[in-house]
């Protein structure tokens, strides 16, 4: 599925968050959820430089404002505690000591500063978290070797139907830099961050702000590029972990290879961007919608996202009806200065406007192309030199399902 190339950045046919230097996870069943693994962590020999990016929905979790306050203070982590199953969103004062009561037991069984633990929770809004159950688990973490990457990602994933991960690696001042990612996501996602949780590390060294920049960088063109329903969540966040294990020159923007870093962190966070858009909950296709010849980068991407958001373009994907007019309408809506005289639209390589009019395509061909797994709407503005892509998923008859009896 990797879509961004270079020669100079190799994709690692097995990654997970441990395959750069210094760093293990694992995952195991506390019994918050019936049978899966419910419980994750990861964990660095060393401290390493973080940085974080979170949800804009002003309902935020307890989870995330221990973990944004822990990377303010200290711009380090060297673990990572996560639980499905419950969100521990909207649940008071208790909510709050409950996450720093987290956070202070896995930095007492790690033996390292509570302000180097990000603590992070997935599941069900309202609900407090089962404390007993959870301290028990922090007591079962372990971090030699034979801990295992694939336990951590089963245990973050909530509606998810398949785990997501994968690892580049490029070289660096003569060092092999490996970056790894893992994450979660499946449904309530949209632009801004959105039931989503991101976990990437690096064995790179790299200034804090430098990594911030970096993050917060490919987040905008990557995690915010996606949607599966349009609803935004109150726990999710992205964080990266850097604990110079290879011993590079640290890395900033004055570092002669500082853009190929940057390229093969993207590249890591568009890919686990694109499995959670596949993954959307019932859904049956991945839509990408590429915009380009807009007169502004915010443009191109607003009207990308408007596109990728309308429920009627996800339908008409999910039932192979290659109706334009929903495009165009969306692309109408975005609030962006669109000259109608000028829009292009192609539904894979088959035009079906150019300059606002409509061109005469064959039927069949729209619906045999719209019936495959992965879907390309084309919207060309022809008015400037900037583009943007975005991901997203069809709207089945499943996704009713699943959400109808989230709770039961």
């Known amino acids: 599925m990797v879509t961004i190339q270079s020669e100079a950045i190799k994709v690692l046919k097995e990654g997970h968050v441990t395959t750069p230097k210094g760093f293990t996870a694992g995952g195991l069943h506390c019994g918050i959820r019936k049978k899966r693994?419910?419980?994750?962590?990861?964990?660095?020999?060393?401290?390493?430089?973080?940085?974080?990016?979170?949800?804009?929905?002003?309902?935020?979790?307890?989870?995330?404002?221990?973990?944004?306050?822990?990377?303010?203070?200290?711009?380090?982590?060297?673990?990572?505690?996560?639980?499905?199953?419950?969100?521990?969103?909207?649940?008071?004062?208790?909510?709050?000591?409950?996450?720093?009561?987290?956070?202070?037991?896995?930095?007492?069984?790690?033996?390292?500063?509570?302000?180097?633990?990000?603590?992070?929770?997935?599941?069900?809004?309202?609900?407090?978290?089962?404390?007993?159950?959870?301290?028990?688990?922090?007591?079962?973490?372990?971090?030699?070797?034979?801990?295992?990457?694939?336990?951590?990602?089963?245990?973050?994933?909530?509606?998810?139907?398949?785990?997501?991960?994968?690892?580049?690696?490029?070289?660096?001042?003569?060092?092999?830099?490996?970056?790894?990612?893992?994450?979660?996501?499946?449904?309530?996602?949209?632009?801004?961050?959105?039931?989503?949780?991101?976990?990437?590390?690096?064995?790179?060294?790299?200034?804090?702000?430098?990594?911030?920049?970096?993050?917060?960088?490919?987040?905008?063109?990557?995690?915010?590029?996606?949607?599966?329903?349009?609803?935004?969540?109150t726990n999710d966040m992205v964080l990266v972990m850097a604990n110079g294990q290879q011993e590079n020159h640290p890395l900033n923007q004055s570092h002669p290879q500082w853009s190929l870093f940057v390229d093969a962190l993207k590249m890591v966070s568009e890919e686990l961007a694109k499995m959670i858009a596949r993954d959307g909950e019932g859904a049956s296709k991945l839509i990408e919608v590429k915009v380009t010849g807009a007169p502004t980068q915010d443009a191109a991407s607003h009207v990308a996202k408007a596109v990728i958001s309308s429920n009627l373009v996800k339908t008409a994907v999910y039932g192979a009806?290659?109706?334009?007019?929903?495009?165009?309408?969306?692309?109408?809506?975005?609030?962006?200065?669109?000259?109608?005289?000028?829009?292009?639209?192609?539904?894979?390589?088959?035009?079906?406007?150019?300059?606002?009019i409509p061109v005469a395509f064959d039927e069949l061909d729209g619906k045999q192309y719209l019936q495959q797994d992965n879907i390309t709407l084309h919207v060309n503005l022809q008015d400037g030199p900037y583009k943007a892509t975005a991901w997203g998923c069809d709207l089945t008859y499943d996704y009713v399902k699943i959400n109808a009896s989230y709770r039961t």
Not at 166 to 175: N, P, T
Not at 201 to 222: F, G, N, P, R, V
């Open 37 to 233: 693994r419910d419980f994750g962590w990861i964990h660095s020999v060393t401290p390493a430089v973080a940085a974080g990016v979170y949800t804009m929905n002003v309902f935020q979790a307890a989870p995330l404002k221990v973990t944004r306050r822990a990377i303010n203070e200290t711009s380090h982590l060297q673990a990572i505690i996560v639980n499905s199953g419950i969100a521990n969103a909207c649940t008071g004062k208790q909510g709050d000591l409950d996450a720093e009561e987290m956070q202070k037991n896995a930095a007492a069984k790690l033996n390292i500063p509570a302000n180097h633990v990000a603590i992070a929770s997935t599941g069900l809004i309202g609900s407090p978290l089962p404390m007993e159950k959870i301290n028990k688990a922090i007591h079962g973490i372990t971090i030699d070797k034979e801990a295992n990457p694939q336990h951590f990602e089963d245990a973050i994933l909530t509606t998810d139907t398949v785990t997501k991960h994968v690892a580049v690696q490029l070289e660096v001042d003569g060092k092999t830099i490996t970056i790894g990612g893992a994450a979660k996501g499946s449904g309530m996602i949209h632009p801004n961050m959105a039931t989503m949780l991101g976990f990437i590390t690096t064995d790179a060294a790299i200034e804090a702000e430098s990594l911030q920049l970096a993050l917060k960088q490919t987040t905008d063109t990557t995690f915010n590029m996606i949607t599966v329903d349009g609803d935004c969540s």
């Open 321 to 356: 009806d290659p109706n334009w007019g929903r495009i165009i309408c969306a692309v109408g809506y975005s609030e962006q200065p669109v000259n109608p005289d000028k829009v292009c639209i192609e539904i894979g390589e088959i035009p079906v406007v150019k300059e606002g």
